[in-house]
């Protein structure tokens, strides 16, 4: 199963599959509540929760099937988070990408989460997604969401390896077919060309870089392993930044985000993200005309 996966909101029809996840024996055991759950009680906590104002459920799917649910409790100044795959869709990793796309719909609530000590899988999904463990009790580890760190990009020697390094892991490329040498690189830090440069880090981790160009244009680099993380970081750039005023035929009036047209993988991303692709841009040379 390739990681793709988006999100929509929950509804009453989704009641069969909640009450079949919610009750799956490791869900079970993961909760605050372990006890099984009773049908009249799960529906009449659904239909409450549906209609709530503060509890926003949202259902993750794979090709039009659903394979999770990532929910938010608004209490007071947070929101508390909680995450469970279908049976099925466990141990291959999507927990991270559900549970990016729902932090991405919930605004700029601070977030927090309760995880069992001993679950594993779900602290590391967590910790990918940028929690840091702030106490535990017994039995609960107590996790806050930290948003993602932005570094200006300054030509240090720190900053121009890490880039540099990055640059050695990408896939697709739209400027560049081959690696640029170590030096070219160093040049071209230097130069700065762009808006805003930053280096993007979770938790004291460098996970990849953006850049804000002046024609509204945006470049996102996430390095390997963290791809899940693009509807934050995207969410998180257009809290910060505001494109520049639009110039008819000249520049966008909203950011736009460029995709190399090899990255299937990131197009398909951005495409169940709910985003709509614009264009395709060809490279035209005066030789092949
Ligand atoms: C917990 C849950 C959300 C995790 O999502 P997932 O995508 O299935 O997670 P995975 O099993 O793929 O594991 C996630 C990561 O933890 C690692 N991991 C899993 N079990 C591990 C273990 N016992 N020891 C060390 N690492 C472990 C995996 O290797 C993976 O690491 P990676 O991202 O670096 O590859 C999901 O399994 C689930 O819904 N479980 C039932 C309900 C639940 O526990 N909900 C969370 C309540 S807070």
């Not at 508390?80 to 719909?105: D, F, I, N, T």
């Not at 900053?159 to 050695?168: F, G, Q």
């Not at 850049?211 to 390095?223: E, K």
Request: net charge negative; glycine share 6%.
């Amino acid at each position: 199963m390739c990681g793709i996966i988006s999100i929509r909101l929950a509804k009453l029809s989704d009641a069969n599959i909640l009450f079949y996840w919610r009750n799956d024996p490791l869900t079970r055991a993961a909760s605050e509540r372990t006890s099984p759950l009773l049908w009249e009680d799960h529906i009449s906590w659904l239909t409450h929760t549906l209609q709530s104002t503060t509890q926003h459920v949202f259902i993750g799917e794979h090709e039009g099937l659903p394979i999770g649910v990532v929910r938010f409790s608004v209490e007071h100044d947070h929101a508390v988070v909680s995450l469970a795959l279908a049976p099925a869709a466990q141990g291959k990793g999507l927990g991270k990408s559900l549970l990016a796309l729902g932090m991405a719909q919930i605004g700029s609530t601070p977030i927090r989460a309760r995880i069992r000590c001993d679950n594993v899988a779900s602290r590391t999904c967590f910790a990918a997604c940028g929690f840091v463990e702030t106490s535990k009790d017994e039995d609960f580890c107590c996790y806050n969401y930290f948003r993602l760190a932005f570094e200006c990009v300054v030509p240090n020697d720190d900053h121009i390896s890490t880039l540099y390094e990055a640059l050695k892991l990408r896939e697709h490329t739209i400027s560049h077919i081959n690696l640029p040498t170590f030096e070219d690189h160093q040049e071209f830090i230097k130069t700065h060309p762009y808006r805003c440069w930053n280096l993007v880090s979770v938790a004291t981790k460098y996970v990849g870089n953006f850049y804000l160009q002046n024609d509204n244009s945006i470049g996102v680099h996430l390095i390997p392993g963290f791809d899940h993380l693009l509807p934050v970081l995207l969410k998180q750039i257009l809290n910060e930044y505001d494109p520049l005023p639009e110039i008819k035929s000249m520049r966008s009036a909203n950011f736009i985000l460029h995709v190399p047209v090899g990255d299937h993988k990131r197009q398909a991303q951005m495409n169940a993200n709910g985003h709509t692709p614009l264009q395709i841009t060809y490279s035209l040379q005066k030789e092949q005309l």
